[in-house]
């Protein structure tokens, strides 16, 4: 039958070693000596070897309560590490987080926060899927993913019980032109001077909402020239000559034979969320994380 051992009353005995009496082992631990006596009696029956002996008006540790103790010496310094963890755990300095996000939050938002914490939380992981919305949301009510990125438009409303939603970034939106275009060096063009352009956007989704809205709250709707989704194809058209379009700063679009211009008082934005489990934001680790994507989305331009 395996030996019981008790941490607390392994604690009693190294604490006995250290003193070397009962009354000041006592005294140490805020015990009585009767008490301290007791654990002792109780831990020897447990462990089925004596672990003290008389010696006059005293106690002498045995040769197997040396060998307990030389064994337990392992344990506690296990305990110590263990301790050190879970602090560091509770204040958000170690963990994992497993982040979400759509293509273009991943260089623009999730790669700088990585870097960030990596130079002053190295003890907190990152780790990222590139997901849009439909799928992000997904892996976050199943448990796959800890945090979820993604447009405003395409978030959970605040009705779902299952969600908390928080506010990250208002990304603007600016003017792509071709090279050579009239507007290509006005001061701050407005949307309404380009009502007659044909514009580049998909067909349907988020953005498709995101530029006409856009263009309509300047005073027009849109015509479609050209349909496409990905930012390497409208920039190309753009580059052509076949159109305008709106792109997201946080894209980052740099493309010879394209002006981005920012436009004048009636620049629009797209907004950025970040969403959790309820209650999952009050995760040491999450909260961690989650603030300084909110730190580098204040540093976007």
């Known amino acids: 039958m395996a030996a019981e051992w008790d941490i607390r009353k392994l604690r009693i005995l190294r604490t006995l070693r250290e003193r070397e009496t009962v009354t000041a082992t006592a005294e140490a631990l805020r015990m009585t000596p009767s008490a301290v006596s007791q654990q002792l009696t109780n831990l020897s029956r447990q462990l089925g070897v004596p672990l003290l002996q008389a010696q006059g008006r005293r106690v002498r540790l045995t040769d197997a309560a040396r060998l307990v103790l030389r064994h337990a010496e392992a344990v506690f310094e296990q305990l110590e590490r263990a301790d050190a963890e879970l602090a560091a755990y509770a204040q958000g300095e170690v963990g994992e987080v497993r982040v979400g996000a759509f293509s273009t939050a991943v260089p623009a938002l999730v790669v700088p926060a990585v870097r960030a914490l990596r130079?002053?939380?190295?003890?907190?992981?990152?780790?990222?899927?590139?997901?849009?919305?439909?799928?992000?949301?997904?892996?976050?009510?199943?448990?796959?993913?800890?945090?979820?990125?993604?447009?405003?438009?395409?978030?959970?409303?605040?009705?779902?019980?299952?969600?908390?939603?928080?506010?990250?970034?208002?990304?603007?939106?600016?003017?792509?032109?071709?090279?050579?275009?009239?507007?290509?060096?006005?001061?701050?063009?407005?949307?309404?001077?380009?009502?007659?352009?044909?514009?580049?956007?998909?067909?349907?989704?988020?953005?498709?909402?995101?530029?006409?809205?856009?263009?309509?709250?300047?005073?027009?709707?849109?015509?479609?020239?050209?349909?496409?989704?990905g930012w390497t194809a409208i920039l190309a058209m753009v580059e052509a000559g076949m159109g305008v379009a709106l792109v997201p700063r946080m894209v980052g679009a740099r493309r010879a034979g394209v002006v981005m211009r920012e436009l004048a008082e009636d620049r629009p934005h797209r907004h950025v969320v970040a969403a959790v489990r309820k209650g999952a934001e009050e995760a040491p680790a999450v909260g961690r994380v989650l603030g300084v994507l909110r730190e580098v989305a204040d540093t976007s331009p």
């Open 119 to 229: 130079a002053t939380h190295p003890g907190v992981t990152v780790r990222v899927r590139e997901a849009e919305a439909g799928e992000a949301y997904d892996l976050l009510a199943a448990q796959d993913v800890d945090l979820a990125l993604s447009l405003a438009a395409q978030a959970p409303t605040a009705a779902d019980p299952r969600f908390t939603v928080l506010p990250l970034l208002a990304d603007p939106l600016d003017l792509a032109l071709p090279d050579g275009h009239p507007l290509a060096a006005a001061p701050r063009p407005r949307l309404a001077d380009l009502a007659a352009e044909p514009w580049i956007f998909g067909g349907s989704g988020p953005w498709s909402d995101i530029t006409r809205g856009a263009c309509e709250a300047a005073g027009f709707s849109p015509v479609q020239g050209h349909s496409a989704a």
